[in-house]
């Protein structure tokens, strides 16, 4: 089925206007940049939830903060940074990217360390579980279904995002800004097989790495 | 004969939206290579006790007096097992967070999962185990650490009756061949009349001292002489009239 779906695309797309080319070449950039977003995005979400965690007085003073921040669109940030960072679109695109995509995971995470077993925590700390030794065997595994949970989200939220943001920001590669030239040249027909092609690779990636990566850490989360 | 661990007149008080006292005025000794059941009614403070005891908690007042190198190890209810660990890490991990050899603690390890019938399913995830299964990793996981002192949180009431018995009586077998010191905490009066050498009756809505019972029933029990059942009566009257 997948497979003569993408057939039937290919053939169609050759008497298009859209250059395929282009579009995965923007799309492997796009890909670059959401990686490199997703990963900072996800070591700070992690530190972040375990310190405000961590500490009662820290979690009453940053949970509304972050509650505040996390409903302000990213978009609106766009105006000060092309101002401030006017000569490196690259950095703001990252910039901005990481706080989009941040958000539910860091929420997520959060979530999973309040529902986190009592009886466990004792468990590890009974049995010696302390500092680095704690975290790599304990706290990170019994939170990696909330981990990938948000982000999940997030690397959805964040190609939404970027898609949008590299039509504001002048870049010369991704799949946004190749889009975004389609449009404007008004090759509707190339733009609807661009949109298909971009939603299919989106689907590829799911299907890879995100679905087995979540059976496969919530398969044995739980001891019932 | 020195107490391994001297409880002296430990209170505590949970600080909710009202101030509920758990435990009040608690003291009792351990002796060593002793078997000691808590029981009481539920809600009478009995896992907070084993818990400060454990060093999980602080006390309000009062203090535990024991040795630094005393080590410990706790079997829980509802078992607590990592379940994203297999039977065999799951086992293993006491001896993982201390550092110790490895080669030595593989063999620790093994000998433990022998003992406690694991042997077949090392591999599997605590997901896969019936209820008696996971506790016998639990078992083995406290053993492994060589514990001088094993605290139990009622560890056989979520399994059930024949599963119960033969984990009980397997307890007392480790108990007598290893020579640890066993606490104890149970709802059931038979239960403790059964294992321990001493029963300390709780009283609820602060948990108190009610009776400290020494059972002298000679060793195997018989648990329907009526020796056994005049010590159950007794300290069950204990527990219904406060």
Known sequence: MFAVVTIILALLINFSALDTGKLLGGFLASLSRMIISYSIALTVAVIIALLITSNKWLEGLFLPVFDVLQSFPSFALFPVLVVALKNSPELVIIFVLTITIIWPILFTIIGGVKNQREDLEEAATIFGAKGSKRLWHFTLPQLLPSIVTGSIVGWGEGWEFIIGAELLVRVNYGVGAYLGFLGTRQENIALAFGIMVLLLLLYVINKILWIPLLYTVTKFSSEG | ?242
């Open chain 2, 1 to 242: 004969m020195e107490p391994i661990i001297q409880v002296d007149n430990i209170s505590k008080v949970f600080k909710t939206e009202v101030k509920q006292a758990a435990l009040e005025n608690v003291s009792f000794g351990l002796q060593k290579s002793s078997f000691t059941c808590v029981v009481g009614p539920s809600g009478c403070g009995k896992s907070t006790l084993l818990r400060i005891i454990a060093g999980l908690m602080k006390p309000s007042a009062g203090k535990i007096i024991i040795n630094e190198r005393i080590k410990q190890a706790m079997v829980f209810q509802n078992f607590a097992l990592f379940p994203w660990l297999t039977v065999e890490d799951n086992v293993s991990f006491g001896l993982k967070m201390h550092d110790k050899d490895e080669k030595q603690s593989e063999k620790i390890v093994a000998e433990e999962i022998e003992k406690m019938g694991l042997t077949g399913v090392t591999d599997k995830h605590p997901k896969e185990l019936s209820g008696g299964m996971k506790q016998r990793v639990g078992i083995a996981r406290a053993l492994t650490v060589s514990p001088d002192l094993l605290l139990l949180d009622e560890p056989f009431s979520s399994l059930d009756v024949f599963t119960a018995n033969k984990l009980r009586r397997e307890l007392l077998s480790i108990w007598q061949e290893r020579n640890l010191t066993v606490l104890m905490v149970s709802h059931l009066v038979e239960e403790a009349v059964q294992l321990a050498d001493e029963v300390i009756v709780f009283s609820a809505a602060p948990g108190k001292v009610e009776m400290i019972k020494k059972v002298e029933l000679p060793r195997p029990r018989n648990l329907r002489s009526d020796a056994f059942y005049k010590t159950v009566d007794e300290i069950q009257a204990k527990i219904t009239i406060s």
